[in-house]
């Protein structure tokens, strides 16, 4: 599976617990922070590698 796939599930996995937030569930809320830094930490591992490509000089 390849990164972006992955974060568009965390961002989709999150969505139930966010509703039962906005609905006064704080345990959810504590789910749903979990969530926020495993999608940051999924987004930055993009981030990376988008740099990575970046940088590396195409073979003449």
């Given at each position: 599976m390849d990164e972006f796939t992955q974060?568009?599930?965390l961002v989709a996995q999150s969505k139930d617990d966010w509703l039962k937030w906005?609905?006064?569930n704080k345990t959810a809320?504590?789910?749903?922070?979990?969530?926020m830094q495993d999608i940051k930490a999924?987004?930055?591992a993009i981030r990376e590698k988008?740099?990575?490509?970046?940088?590396e000089k195409p073979e003449a």
């Amino acid at each position: 599976m390849d990164e972006f796939t992955q974060l568009e599930q965390l961002v989709a996995q999150s969505k139930d617990d966010w509703l039962k937030w906005k609905g006064g569930n704080k345990t959810a809320g504590t789910r749903v922070r979990k969530s926020m830094q495993d999608i940051k930490a999924q987004a930055q591992a993009i981030r990376e590698k988008v740099l990575e490509s970046r940088d590396e000089k195409p073979e003449a």
